[in-house]
């Protein structure tokens, strides 16, 4: 035991100078020791579009900031974003980024009501991204603080105002700006009930337009101007039909969003001019009654199709039989009756189906089982009580959710025929007892969810943590029988101590995360820290 301590001890002291290395050397002089009372800054690990990102990073956020600090410390320095997002800035003076280098400005949150015309000048050449979302600003006013930011790729106006009286967004308001390489405008919440032929001139390489929670009955035929549209999203606005062409010319258009819109009718040649670039519609919570079979048959590229919330009763034999290949399809919420013939089309194809809130008591397998690529399966908040040994029939699914349900039972059988790695979530239920994780195969679970469910404390529980058998993680909480009131999480130290006084600690003997990593080979520098970091948080009360 001595001598264990003392190997750790010694290794220890080799790894900590290693560590402090490594993290010197991802940490540059990015301190602003001056503005330490209301700004945090320095390199940080941000999840940042779609990837964990090492970004200089200068957060003066929730500050209570009514004026805008000295930021002549920053000066020469590269910095990725300065976040002044929720303070109460009004008016900003015209030299306070003078001589900075900011890719990202968040301004979001502070009631600036107007910003000065040459304000973001200094930034001209490193300015990507600029949020202005609820700042109080009356759009209409005119842009010109905007003016020759012609590195800028995204902007956020979203949460201002109009000062119009019929909520139109004026034309030519981003005109002669010099706006070149902006690629993403966000304009939602701003109460508009009209886009202006002419609104977008001055945006030539606009591609995602955010346009979502306003009151627009129409789609804008401002839109057909808008040639490089790729993303558009018009989320909860007032739109009950989707006329013959009204996208035509748009053949770049991949993505529409018109969620919590009140479309009834999709006429036949709504997407016409799309057939070789749509690939996601989301049409949650609309009024309709049918698949727009017609209007979809044609569309190639076509992967997602989203009809959650509507009030679809039957899909007929044929509805998805079009040119496209399907993949996810989402029909929660909807009247549906099942049957065997209804996914005639995306057998091949669809890998992922969403049927919540279905009030079903099983999976309607003889539908399920045509779709031969099926592997995601959501059956959340329905009304199933238990998983029977035939729940899954022949399906191969490797992740699950089954959220919201009332199951208490599961037996360990349903989950034979499936392959290991299954990510399983059982968020919400009623389950008591998750012991048949322990009757199957070591592995063949990934991650287990079973937060919030009554799950009691005992030695298959402490075996099922202890053992490995759970790839990834186990997740939930649990009680002991004779002292319910109180809740012990799956990986409270206080639970484990008590579980090991009445049952035998079990040693680890599946080793499911090794085989995992080891097939996908992908060991990133930071796993390796958080090993590191790990071993060294168990090395320390030794040392
Ligand atoms: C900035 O600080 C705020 C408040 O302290 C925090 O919520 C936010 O996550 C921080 N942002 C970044 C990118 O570090
Ligand atoms: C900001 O700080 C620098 C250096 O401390 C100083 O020279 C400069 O005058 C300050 N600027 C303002 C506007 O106070
Ligand atoms: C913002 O500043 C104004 C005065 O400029 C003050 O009346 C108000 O209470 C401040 N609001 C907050 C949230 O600090
Ligand atoms: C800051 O900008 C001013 C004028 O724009 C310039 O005279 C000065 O040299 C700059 N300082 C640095 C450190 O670049
Ligand atoms: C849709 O419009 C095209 C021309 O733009 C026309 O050829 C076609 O017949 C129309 N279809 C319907 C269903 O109205
Ligand atoms: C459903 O349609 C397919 C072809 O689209 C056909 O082969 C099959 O017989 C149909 N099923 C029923 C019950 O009509
Ligand atoms: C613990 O292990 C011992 C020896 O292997 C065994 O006799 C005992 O029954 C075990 N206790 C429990 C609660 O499993």
Redesign the pocket.
Known sequence: MISMTWVSNRMARRFIPCLMLLIASVTTDLTCTDLRSVCTCGMKLVWHEGAWQNLAVVNCSSAGLVSIPNYSSLEGHEIDMLILNNNNLTDIPPKAFRNLTVKELLLSRNPLKSIRQNLFAPLKDSLRKLELQGVELYIDDGLVFLSNLDQLRALDLGHNHLKNEYGELTEGIFDGLALNSLKTLGLRVLKLTKLKEGAFRGLPNLEELDISINYLAEIPSELKNVKNLKVLNMYSNEIMILKNGTFDGLTNLETLYFGANEIVTIEEGAFAGLEDSLQRINFYHNALTSVPVDAIVNLRKLKMLGFAANNIQTIENGTFVGEYRLEILELDKNPLTYHEDMFTGVEDTLTTLFIRENKLTTLPLRALRKLKRLSHLDAADNHITEIDKLFFGNLKLSKISLMWNKISKVDPSAFKSLPNGIILDLYKNLLTDISFILKLEECKFKEVDVSSNPVICD?FLEEIINSGRVATSIKGECSFPEDDSKIYRFDSPQLMERLVE???RTKKYAFCLSAVSRASSRVTLMSVLVAIMTSITYLQPHV
């Open positions: 030695c009445s049952c035998n």
